[in-house]
């Protein structure tokens, strides 16, 4: 998909044609450890520092202990009690950018139907499970949705999955192994709509009881999405052209 993704939009992400890529520094904003265990998710295997896939670079912070801060976990709140926040603090940027480069993950596998599920509204066959705000220093927000088998899977996944729980609008990048498999996160990629307006900071949010596309034929929407996480390990950005 990366090298598909251009021929199928028209449009080459700034990542390709820039000069570099620079990672945001989010120490001040983690508010999560490794370990999950509300949803069973274990991070203490994940690479620590600089790594890179292609043109894309990120900084992962790593754990001085099992307590420590090294990620941002927001929840998706959907049938079951969930005890993580739903919302994060912002996250610093301060800079002019070209695009922002989300390195994130889901908890739990979740569902992303046919798009003729919902003829009328193709966008919410795939489940939202939080959205980012970004937003300008004059106070104008983006919304950049964040959809199951869009733009994000879970931390977990494997190679071979069936075909609905592809990511197609993000590249797979593996950062570490467990002893069941890879650790697994996505980066997705936004290219700011207005360049030369300096972004102040990106706020995380978790989605409110979602109700998803049905699975038939019928006309309408099936129930409330099951609980899950939103798991933000890194940001990158891509700086103004000088």
């Known amino acids: 998909m990366p090298a598909a993704r ?18 945001v520094d ?16 274990d991070l203490r295997q ?13 900084d992962l912070p790593g754990p001085s202990s099992t307590e ?4 941002v976990v927001v929840e998706t709140h959907g049938t079951e009690p969930n005890p993580l926040p739903r919302g994060a603090q912002g996250i610093k940027i301060g800079q002019d950018v070209t695009s922002l480069i989300f390195l994130h993950a889901c908890a739990r ?16 066959t795939a489940d939202l499970l939080g959205w980012y705000e970004v937003v300008y220093e004059d106070g104008l927000p ?25 990511c197609y609008a993000a590249d797979e990048i593996v950062c570490g192994q467990t002893p069941e498999g890879p650790i697994t996160f996505f980066a997705c990629e936004w290219t700011s709509p207005r360049l030369g307006k300096v972004v102040d900071e990106v706020r995380l949010h978790g989605s409110n009881r979602f109700r998803a596309a049905v699975t038939g034929f019928e006309n309408g929407y099936g129930d409330v999405i099951p609980s899950n996480a939103v798991i ?10 000088v």
Do not use: H
């Not at 994940?46 to 990120?58: C, Q, Y």
């Not at 420590?68 to 990620?71: E, I």
């Not at 596998?109 to 919410?124: L, S, V």
């Open 6 to 23: 251009p021929q199928l939009t028209g449009a080459t992400p700034p990542s390709q044609t820039e000069g570099k890529v620079v990672p």
């Open 26 to 41: 989010m120490a001040s904003s983690l508010n999560a450890a490794a370990q999950q265990p509300a949803f069973k998710v």
């Open 46 to 58: 994940m690479a620590e520092g600089r790594i890179r896939s292609g043109t894309k670079v990120f």
């Open 68 to 71: 420590a801060k090294v990620c």
């Open 109 to 124: 596998p979740a569902t992303n139907k046919e798009a003729f599920r919902a003829i009328w509204n193709e966008d919410d």
């Open 142 to 166: 983006e919304i950049i949705p964040i959809r199951y088998g869009v733009n994000i899977l879970e931390w977990n996944s494997r190679n071979g999955q069936p075909c609905k729980a592809y």
């Open 232 to 241: 933000l390990k890194a940001i990158s950005m891509v700086p103004r052209r």
